[in-house]
């Protein structure tokens, strides 16, 4: 479940991913791109909530290779011993500023694979998404955000909502590329995917990333009482010993 096995994955059902511009592996940093004039990201290749994530601006925070890895020595993370990968930073729509969709697919009962929610983290004060503080909810058939999710943290609870009613265009063809990601993966216990992406400003969606979405879907499990019966008698015995997570 690594970041090089969700970006394969996405580039499989040709999902536009973020250009990779190099690696760090067994200690080395390797560039295969040219990076003038590019910024950049570094992510861990096995991990997860922006955890080892670096930023770099060119001109600003680095000119050379050597800068880079004088930065990753620099970093309160320790890279020794790990593998990362060197990203091109896209940047957001400009209307929507740095932000992150948040695209859950679950697999059904009956093989289907769906999409459970789709949520926009906007109102972010640095180049992540991490930051982030505002959530919405978006309804994917009219790529329209719907409302705050006020439901998902109490740092929500009194967020200003100034999207709702915004149309987030490209979000139905994230959605179908989610779709077809989730249903080309072979191993049928990754039955719920979280994936991470972002609005373009030639309003493309770019894909960084999946993730086994097992501490996502507990919060949709209880919006309401309607959700929490529906995954109970569908997924758990002794409601549903067919599709149970802890058969009888």
């Given at each position: 479940m ?14 536009r ?11 080395k ?18 991990s997860?909530?922006?955890i ?9 925070d ?11 020595d620099?970093?309160d ?6 593998q ?7 940047r ?16 059904t ?6 999409v ?9 004060t640095?180049?992540?998404s991490?930051?982030t ?25 009194t ?24 249903k080309s ?6 039955t719920?995917?979280?994936?991470d ?6 309003e ?8 086994f ?8 499990f ?5 959700n929490f ?16 997570v802890?058969?009888?």
């Amino acid at each position: 479940m690594t970041k090089d096995f969700w970006r394969k994955t996405l580039s499989n059902v040709n999902a536009r991913i973020a250009r990779q511009l190099g690696q760090f592996s067994d200690n080395k940093l390797t560039l295969t791109e040219d990076i003038t004039n590019t910024d950049i990201v570094l992510k861990l290749n096995n991990s997860y909530l922006g955890i080892g994530d670096i930023f770099m601006n060119y001109g600003k925070d680095f000119t050379t290779q050597a800068d880079i890895k004088t930065r990753m020595d620099k970093d309160d993370y320790d890279y020794e011993g790990k593998q990362a990968i060197v990203m091109e930073l896209v940047r957001p729509h400009p209307d929507l500023a740095v932000h992150s969709l948040d695209i859950v697919t679950c697999r059904t009962p009956d093989g289907d694979v769906k999409v459970v929610t789709c949520l926009l983290w906007a109102d972010c004060t640095t180049d992540s998404s991490m930051s982030t503080r505002a959530g919405y909810s978006i309804d994917v058939d009219t790529e329209t955000v719907i409302s705050p999710c006020k439901w998902y943290s109490a740092a929500f609870l009194t967020m200003e909502a100034p999207l709702v009613g915004r149309k987030v265009p490209g979000i139905k063809k994230a959605c179908a590329s989610a779709i077809a990601a989730h249903k080309s993966i072979p191993m049928k216990w990754v039955t719920v995917i979280g994936w991470d992406c972002m609005v373009m400003p030639d309003e493309d969606v770019v894909f960084f990333e999946g993730n086994f979405a097992g501490y996502r879907m507990p919060r949709r499990f209880f919006i309401s009482f309607s959700n929490f019966l529906e995954f109970m008698t569908n997924y758990f015995w002794p409601f549903d010993s067919n599709h149970s997570v802890q058969p009888a």
